[in-house]
């Protein structure tokens, strides 16, 4: 079985969906006037992404901290195929585009796989 590094702290991972949300949020803005199947998808992206930081307790917490950093993570190891399968499905995108939507699918397996599930002070996993 292939293990990942976790080089990626809870709060750099937090910072990183709080920066990555309004770009996804702007990418789809873009993509609109070029293909509306792809930017709805990313849209779609977004708001998932967003929604999962708002409710994650990360250090710091987001605004509505209901689950741990670690669900987080199972979240995105999820999620983020169902994403993929549903972007390579969807017809009507141009190869261009989709490359950008099956993008957004792939960050997230990578960012949750090489995240650490734990705070370093922290001693229960």
């Not at 990183?16 to 709805?40: C, E, H, Q, S, V």
């Not at 993929?84 to 969807?90: D, K």
């Amino acid at each position: 079985m292939l293990h990942f590094p976790h080089i990626i702290s809870p709060k750099a991972h937090a910072y990183f969906d709080a920066g990555a949300f309004p770009a996804i949020l702007g990418l789809a803005a873009w993509m609109w006037r070029r293909n509306r199947k792809a930017a709805t998808l990313i849209a779609a992206n977004g708001l998932l992404e967003g929604t999962t930081a708002a409710l994650t307790n990360f250090p710091p917490p987001g605004p509505f901290p209901i689950f741990s950093f670690r669900t987080h993570i199972r979240i995105g190891l999820v999620g983020a195929p169902v994403f993929l399968a549903v972007s390579s499905l969807v017809p009507g995108i141009p190869w261009r585009h989709r490359q950008v939507v099956l993008g957004l699918g792939i960050l997230p397996v990578l960012l949750n796989g090489l995240s650490t599930p734990h705070s370093s002070r922290s001693t229960n996993r």
